[in-house]
């Protein structure tokens, strides 16, 4: 089995400033070298676009809007509190986000992968189920928690040690 590689990258030059104050470092998440966004967007892209064209015929303008398919991998990566040990939200801890669902809704069992651009992680988010096998770490199941949008790709399948030593705050 070829398993997937993981990897965190702390960028100060992306560094997110409030304009009171204070901001946050968001950690990058890569696999295989390329960035969780970048392959979020792809997916989403249509997704967005159908989204973007609907609003139009329903009667809301492109000002409100923004321009077409920007919604897709609009995202900020995560603080390092949900990155970095002693945080279990990589390792499976489901994320609990402020929403009222029901008690069997499939997205409370999910971690969180990527959060909103304001720096509210709960305005838009996206999720998925981590399991933590015995030498594996494998991310499945994605969902963008305000959408149901599809995320067909096959899972991503890590070495559970070369994933554990990323999460070690450098």
Known sequence: MVLDRFEVCVDPARYVR?????GFQPIELRVNGRGLIDRVREVELPYAEREHDDRIAAGETAEELGPRGALAGS?????????????RNLLGEPYRH???????????????????????????FLLATITVNEDT????????FHRPWRYD???FVFDR???????VRA
């Open 18 to 22: 409030w304009p009171g104050g204070g």
């Open 98 to 124: 402020g929403f009222g669902t029901k008690p069997g809704d499939p997205r409370n069992r999910k971690s969180l992968l990527l959060q909103c651009t304001c720096g509210i992680t709960d305005c838009w």
């Open 137 to 144: 770490v494998v991310w499945s199941d994605f969902c963008q």
């Open 153 to 155: 790709w096959p899972p």
């Open 161 to 167: 040690g070369q994933y554990e030593a990323q999460l």
């Open 75 to 87: 995202y900020l990566y995560p603080a390092g509190c949900h990155v970095f040990l002693p945080s």
